[in-house]
């Protein structure tokens, strides 16, 4: 069992659930408002956590998901006390401390407004802070020598039968490692999800790399109007990898290094394509994709926007800074209005040359794609006449089957380029109009 388990079990034996008084009406009223409709769904407490790790100047952070909780281990120093958090989680105001008031806001949703129970162990503290779902307390703690925060998936008071929150616990490390792929791919620190990065620009949803979206072109775009991108280096042995990727088409993704110097955009140039079935055979399928904007604050994507021309199968993604610009209250959400239409404008203007000058090449693959269907048409063709020997049918139907794959040799792959160049032609011809605000929601 963990700290936290062993607290929890302790805490259920004793039924210590009434309240501890610690909160005025007013700020109970206000914490409960805030707890609950603070952040945009349930799942978002997780980035907050990444928030307070980058904002809190920590090296790097590490998830790992259990049956029974998921446990951050921050490496690094920090400048949390003991004393400062106790005091902050209670107050509905904003905290000084960026970091602390990322972690605050993180475990009002979980813990305040879910009822879910929390440690938290800071660096060189003598304590460890317990939450069981409506008080802090204080534990002993021998000396530690790392900051770490673990949340149950339990509710403290919750029945049920083991088999059923085993469920739900899988369920919510599901819906967690999910938010952290989706959002937290910008992450400026190594961030690991049993033990896997996935702070990896490669990783982004739907322009990254995957079975069905290449990036052909990545370019790091510098602005010194615009505030500079931090992101983690590129190109990682430990990251999630997606086993069903297009050996032929990966090898003309070409990733780059992380440039020395400071840029504010990276801009992904993604064709979209993947091997579906059809019968007994795959056949490729170009399929079509927004254009979107993925703006990013203290390490996660707090607003992911499309762009409202029509979605085709070859699209860009732009990776920008949304520092300095509004949010709402949770902070995932921006505020449209001039300041970011002209931070919008600024970012379409500095991907005006990249696609404008975007080109394309698959003469390689089409020239392999070519010599295999014919070595394959030739073998089918030759064993065909062998066949028709013993079985005339079949030998016919071999025979056939090899001339028409030797003549068609490489008809999909031709298709599939045609129809991605195409599209890009088409972005290129829609991309001026980007920069004027021309986007959706």
């Known amino acids: ?34 707890a609950a409709f603070q952040l945009p769904n349930e799942n978002a407490w997780v980035l907050k956590v990444v928030q307070a790790a980058v904002l809190g100047g920590f090296s790097e952070l590490n998830v790992r998901l259990s049956n029974s909780n998921v446990e951050f281990g921050f ?30 806001q993180a475990l009002w949703s979980v813990s305040l407004h879910g009822g879910r129970p929390f440690q938290l162990v800071g660096r060189d503290w003598q304590q460890s802070l317990f939450w069981n779902g409506q008080r802090l307390s204080r534990e002993p703690l021998g000396e530690s020598r790392a900051t770490r925060l673990t949340v149950s998936h339990r509710v403290l008071g919750d029945s049920g039968f083991p088999i059923l929150r085993g ?23 190594p961030l690991r999800a049993d033990a896997r990065r996935i702070d990896a620009l490669h990783l982004c949803p739907g322009h990254g790399l995957s079975s069905a979206s290449y990036p052909f072109q990545l370019g790091f775009l510098a602005d010194p109007d615009l505030p500079s991108l931090n992101l983690s280096a590129l190109g990682h042995d430990d990251y999630y990898q997606d086993t069903s990727l297009h050996r032929d088409l990966e090898k003309l ?27 007994k055979s795959t056949v490729w399928k170009a399929y079509p994709h927004q254009c979107r904007i993925y703006w990013v604050l203290d390490g996660v994507v707090i607003d992911c926007r499309a762009f409202a021309f029509q979605e085709r199968s070859c699209s860009l993604g732009l990776v920008a800074s949304a520092e300095g610009l509004t949010t709402d209250l949770s902070g995932f959400n921006l505020q449209v209005n001039a300041e970011y239409r002209d931070r919008l404008a600024k970012v379409c203007r500095l991907a005006d040359p990249l696609v404008a000058e975007a080109e394309l090449r698959f003469e390689g693959l089409l020239e392999k794609a070519r010599n295999n269907g014919k070595w394959v048409g030739a073998f089918l063709f030759v064993g065909g006449l062998g066949a028709a020997f013993f079985s005339p049918l079949h030998g016919v139907a071999l025979t056939i089957g090899g001339a028409v794959s030797f003549f068609n040799a490489a008809g999909e792959e031709t298709a599939m380029t045609r129809q991605l160049l195409q599209d890009l032609r088409a972005l290129q011809l829609d991309w001026p109009a980007a920069g004027a605000g021309n986007r959706r929601s």
């Open 1 to 34: 069992m963990s700290e936290l388990d062993d607290f929890l079990a302790r805490e259920i034996a004793l039924g210590q659930l009434q309240s501890s008084g610690h909160f005025t009406l007013t700020r109970e009223k206000a914490l409960e408002k805030l």
């Open 75 to 104: 490496m690094g120093s920090s400048s949390w006390s003991l004393e400062e958090f106790e005091q902050s989680f209670y107050d509905p105001e904003s905290s000084s401390d960026r970091s602390l008031q990322a972690l605050k």
């Open 167 to 189: 469920i739900e616990a899988a369920r919510r490390n599901s819906d967690i490692l999910l938010e952290l792929r989706q959002k937290a791919f910008v992450c400026p620190i």
């Open 253 to 279: 993704v070409t990733w780059k290094s992380r440039p020395s110097q400071d840029f504010a955009v990276a801009a992904l140039l993604t064709g979209h394509v993947k091997e579906v079935s059809q019968g």
